[in-house]
C-alpha cells in the first residue's frame, strides 16, 4: 500500500491489489483552527489495509463525516469495513445498481477472499446509501465537491472534482494501468462522452487520481484522455493499438473482453 499527500487537504492511498485508490478529502471552515469535515472516496482492498485508514485519520486529526463511492464495482466499496456506520454516498445511479443486485458485492468479496485466502473480521454491509441526483455539489466545510456522472465504464458512477485542490477523483476512467474497460452493455459512445465531460477538469487539473493505479499530473493525465479516445475511436476494429505503456497480456485481454462486449464478433 502506498500513501501520499497531494495537497494539504487531500490523502490519497493506493492499494497493493490492482492499485485501487482510496482518496482522503478534508476541509475545514476559514477562520476555524479544529479540524474540518473529511469524505472518504473509494476504498483499498485488503483487511490491513483498512484498519490502516483509521489510524491514519486520527494521525492527520481528520474525522470522518462521510464515504462516497465512484461506482458500484465492489473493489471500490468497502469503505465500510474500515468506517462502519458511516454513511455511503453515491450516485443515484450507482444505488439504483446496488438496489437492483442485492448481495453482489457481498458476493464478489467473498469470491476474492475464498480465492485469496482473505480473512476479514466483519462481513460488509452498505448500511443506508445516500443517493445523489448528479451532477451535484456537496458540502464539506467551507467549500463544496462537485460531482459529475460518468458512465461507459459501468453504466454508473461519478467523478469527484475537488476545487480549491484542482484534483479530479474519477473512478475507473483515465487509468495509466488500464486500458478503458467497456460495461457489460458495451456501450463505447457512453464512455467517450464521459471522457469528454471530464475533459475540461483534466485540462485545470494539478493532480488526476484513476480509480487504479499511480495520480498524475493534468499533462499526464490529458496523454491518457488523448490515448484512450484513439482506442476507443478504433473499435470495434479487433486491430486497434493498444496504448504503448499498456500493452500487457492483461490489458490484451480486456481489449478482447471489449470486442466481445461490443458484439461484434460471430
Ligand atoms: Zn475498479
New binding site residues.
Given amino acids: 500500500m502506498q500513501v501520499s499527500s497531494a495537497h494539504a487537504d487531500v490523502i490519497v492511498v493506493r492499494s497493493a491489489i490492482?492499485q485501487?485508490t482510496c482518496t482522503l478529502v478534508h476541509r475545514r471552515r476559514e477562520g476555524d483552527e479544529r479540524p474540518g469535515e473529511c469524505f472518504v472516496i473509494d476504498s483499498p482492498v485488503l483487511p490491513d489495509e483498512h484498519e490502516f485508514l483509521p489510524a491514519l485519520l486520527e494521525q492527520t486529526g481528520w474525522s470522518v463525516s462521510g464515504l462516497l463511492c465512484t461506482?458500484g464495482?465492489w473493489?471500490?466499496l468497502l469503505g465500510r469495513l474500515a468506517f462502519p456506520g458511516v454513511t455511503l454516498g453515491c450516485a443515484e445511479t450507482t444505488a439504483a445498481r446496488l438496489r437492483a443486485e442485492p448481495g453482489r458485492a457481498q458476493g464478489a468479496l467473498r469470491e476474492f477472499d475464498e480465492e485469496h485466502y482473505v480473512e476479514r473480521d466483519r462481513p460488509l454491509s452498505l448500511g443506508h446509501l445516500q443517493a445523489l441526483d448528479l451532477p451535484a455539489h456537496v458540502g464539506i466545510g467551507d467549500a463544496e465537491l462537485d460531482l459529475l456522472p460518468t458512465e461507459g465504464?459501468t453504466a454508473d458512477g461519478m467523478a469527484v472534482w475537488i476545487p480549491w485542490a484542482r484534483v479530479l477523483v474519477c473512478?475507473?476512467y483515465l487509468s495509466p494501468v488500464e486500458i478503458p474497460m467497456l460495461s457489460e452493455t458495451g456501450n463505447r459512445d457512453a464512455y467517450l462522452a464521459t471522457l469528454e465531460r471530464l475533459r475540461p477538469y483534466v485540462e485545470q487539473a494539478d493532480l488526476v487520481v484513476p480509480?487504479?493505479g499511480a495520480r498524475m499530473d493534468g499533462q499526464q493525465a490529458l496523454a491518457v484522455l488523448r490515448e484512450d479516445v484513439e482506442y476507443l475511436e478504433a473499435l470495434p476494429d479487433p486491430g486497434a493499438t493498444l496504448p504503448l505503456a499498456r500493452r500487457t497480456a492483461a490489458q490484451k485481454a480486456v481489449h478482447e473482453e471489449n470486442l466481445d462486449r461490443l458484439g461484434t464478433r460471430a
Avoid: A, E, N, V
Fill in positions: 490492482w485501487t461506482h464495482d473493489d471500490h465504464h473512478g475507473d480509480g487504479h
